[in-house]
């Protein structure tokens, strides 16, 4: 980081709470990199299936690209996506009223992820990394 904290004016006890906070503070540091990471791969994943999957013919014209389940006319019907464009199921999109559109799950987490508010909150806690 580059910084260096002037301890000299703590008293012993003083010097172990701030050693023990900056301790804290670089495991909650790697915990949530490495919670960042296993999504981001698990968002990456999915993005591959997609991808696969949606280059074999018509299949998303017949099947939810997220569980694979065939769409059926009032049963499974399908909506599309308004992010990523590909045909969902009801069980995996849920209804945006704001937007008046669906969202499948994927999506919907993706915009929740940190890219957003956490990123901008980590910058603003953290701001000499």
């Known amino acids: 980081m580059g ?3 002037d301890l000299s004016g703590l008293t012993d ?3 172990e709470h701030v ?4 301790q804290r503070d670089f495991s909650l540091r790697k915990k949530e ?9 698990k968002l990456d994943e999915e993005g591959n299936k997609c991808s696969i999957l949606s280059k074999q013919q018509k299949f998303n014209e017949h ?3 997220r569980c694979c389940s065939p769409f059926t006319f009032l049963i499974n019907s399908k909506r ?3 992010d990523c464009k590909y045909n969902i199921c009801k069980s995996c999109s849920s ?7 669906w969202i499948c799950s994927v999506c919907q987490q993706a915009r929740e992820e940190p890219r957003g508010i956490s990123t901008v909150c980590c910058h603003l806690l953290y701001p000499f990394q």
């Open 3 to 5: 910084r260096k904290l």
């Open 13 to 15: 006890e003083e010097a």
């Open 19 to 22: 050693l023990q906070v900056v």
């Open 33 to 41: 990199e490495e919670r960042l990471s296993e999504m981001k791969q």
């Open 63 to 65: 099947c939810c690209i």
């Open 80 to 82: 599309q996506c308004q």
């Open 95 to 101: 209804y945006q009223k704001k937007e008046k559109a």
